[in-house]
């Protein structure tokens, strides 16, 4: 991926890595398009950062996303990156009926929005210069935390999906990279972390996320140190032991 000269979307752009990476990507010299679902917190960032756009996206309603592609077909033409950001972490129990509402919104949120985003915005990216699909996981994908077990196994959904989806376009000479990027816990209100200690401080994370872009621009994951341990606990052998000091969380 090229560090410049982009036209860029990403969902869940108003908070969090999302919009971290939507102010340093732009800061980087990138047309930046954020997208979510609460139209003020949208007119906030573009009313404090001169040169973002934003448009209103719910990615759990395909009708959100079908009129999404149509505006910026129209209104960034030159779209050539999406970054799937727009994610829920909630915890889930289980033992509870009531934790099935909980996993159906994890499904709808992170896997099928990934997905229908997916299937929607590719075709505007075929054929452009540099084109990239970004599909933010977690490291969680590779090691559940017991606790978001619907979370976790989205993620490990994505991961697959991202996968084959790099192998179709590459068979298919389209010319679009597909980039995962796997964050360990990162201090944002994703389940609360703001104030966790043990979660990686955003800015470090966003600093490392882009220097490794960076430095690798092929890359196929982008897996920042911190999350290292629990990316590779299948190939080193610690799986068990990782997957019980994650069930403690």
């Known amino acids: 991926m090229k560090m410049t000269g982009n036209t860029i979307l990403i969902t869940g752009g108003t908070s969090g890595i999302g919009l ?11 047309k930046v398009i954020v997208a979510g679902r609460r ?12 040169g973002i756009d934003a448009l209103v996206l719910d990615v759990a309603d395909p009708d959100s996303i079908a009129r999404a592609r149509e505006t910026v077909a129209v209104s960034h033409p030159g779209l050539n990156v999406l970054v799937n950001n727009a994610g829920i972490m909630l915890r889930e129990n289980l033992l509870d009926p009531a934790g099935l509402t909980v996993a159906e919104d994890h499904v709808t949120v992170n896997l ?9 915005f590719l ?20 090691v ?16 697959s999906f991202s996968e084959s989806l790099r192998i179709q376009l590459t ?35 966003l600093t490392e996320t ?3 872009l960076r430095e690798k621009p092929e890359a196929k994951e982008i897996v920042v140190e911190r999350a ?14 990782v997957l019980v000091m994650m069930s403690g969380g």
């Open 210 to 212: 882009l220097d490794l």
């Open 112 to 120: 099928l929005g990934t997905i229908r985003m997916t299937y929607a």
């Open 20 to 30: 971290g990476l939507a102010l340093r990507l732009h800061e980087a010299g990138n």
């Open 39 to 50: 139209k003020e917190l949208l007119d906030e960032i573009t009313a404090e950062h001169p």
């Open 171 to 205: 068979g298919a000479d389209a010319g679009v990279q597909v980039i995962e990027v796997v964050p360990p816990g990162v201090r944002t209100t994703l389940l609360d972390q703001l104030d966790d200690d043990r979660a990686m401080p955003l800015d470090d994370f």
């Open 144 to 159: 559940p935390f017991p606790s978001t077990p619907t979370y976790a196994a989205t993620k490990a959904a994505l991961h």
């Open 228 to 241: 290292r341990f629990i990316r590779d606990a299948v190939a080193d052998g610690s799986y068990d032991d």
């Open 123 to 142: 075709p505007l990216l075929m054929g452009k210069d540099d084109a990239v699909v970004m599909n933010v996981t977690s490291s969680l994908a590779f």
